[in-house]
Nanobody, 118 residues
Framework: QVQLVESGGGLVQPGGSLRLSCAAS????????MSWYRQTPGKEREQVAS???????NYADSVKGRFTIARDNAKNTVYLQMNSLKPEDTAAYYC????????????WGQGTQVTVSS
């Protein structure tokens, strides 16, 4: 079955960096687009970054120039490198495997918490 397992979250000071990982299994990873979302209590989940099967990336305006999404198809893993972190980046971060002809619906990981605080 499809599984997405995020890791790499934690507590970091403002200006610091973290790298999130999302290990995928149960589907042909190289043929599926992947995204990172984040959510804070009381707010809707928002897309942070996405990467297509061909490597095309998109970012929310709030993270452009600070976050980088990348994928390693050999390791079935998508990453989110987060630099220059701000307190407003504090959220639960989720990866998503995007529905396509190779994946019948969207799948989500369980999330990893990122807290930016001094």
């Amino acid at each position: 079955q499809v599984q997405l397992v995020e890791s790499g979250g934690g507590l970091v000071q403002p200006g610091g960096s973290l790298r999130l990982s999302c290990a995928a299994s149960g589907f042909t990873f190289s043929r599926v687009g992947m995204s990172w979302y984040r959510q804070t209590p009381g707010k809707e989940r928002e897309q942070v970054a996405s990467i297509s099967t061909g490597g095309t990336t998109n970012y929310a305006d709030s993270v452009k120039g600070r976050f980088t999404i990348a994928r390693d198809n050999a390791k079935n893993t998508v990453y989110l490198q987060m630099n220059s972190l701000k307190p407003e980046d504090t959220a639960a971060y989720y990866c998503k495997a995007v529905r396509s002809v190779y994946l019948q619906r969207d799948y989500w990981g369980q999330g990893t918490q990122v807290t930016v605080s001094s």
